[in-house]
């Protein structure tokens, strides 16, 4: 059974930080892109940072230079540390994993992020 399990989310003030993680269980880890992504309220989901098996990444213009990710395929698990936060990043933060080639796709629970005064 496939696991994703985000943790380390929770209520920051503006210009704070957060680290997110995810485990993941029940796949080959270092086979998968790792990718999060959050929903706003009202808003689609939409991409924030990946990181492919290569260790290649990629950001939302958003986070560019305020969030990155990272994965530690020795304990399948993968890191979004987020800094400089803005109100605007407040949403429900998923973590996914991704097999292209096989058309895999898996989601964790999400994880709520508030940025708040």
């Known amino acids: 059974q496939v696991q994703l399990v985000e943790s380390g989310g929770g209520l920051v003030q503006p210009g704070g930080s957060l680290r997110l993680s995810c485990a993941a269980a029940g796949i080959v880890f270092r086979n998968y892109i790792m990718g999060w992504y959050r929903q706003a309220p009202g808003k689609q989901r939409e991409s924030v940072a990946t990181?492919?098996?290569?260790?290649?990444?990629d950001y939302a213009d958003s986070v560019k230079g305020r969030f990155t990710i990272s994965r530690d395929n020795a304990k399948n698990t993968v890191y979004l540390q987020m800094n400089s936060l803005k109100p605007e990043d407040t949403a429900v933060y998923y973590c996914?994993?991704?097999?292209?080639?096989?058309?895999?796709?898996?989601w964790g629970q999400g994880t709520q992020v508030t940025v708040s005064s």
């Open positions: 996914n994993a991704n097999y292209f080639s096989l058309g895999v796709n898996y």
């Open positions: 990181i492919t098996t290569g260790g290649s990444l």
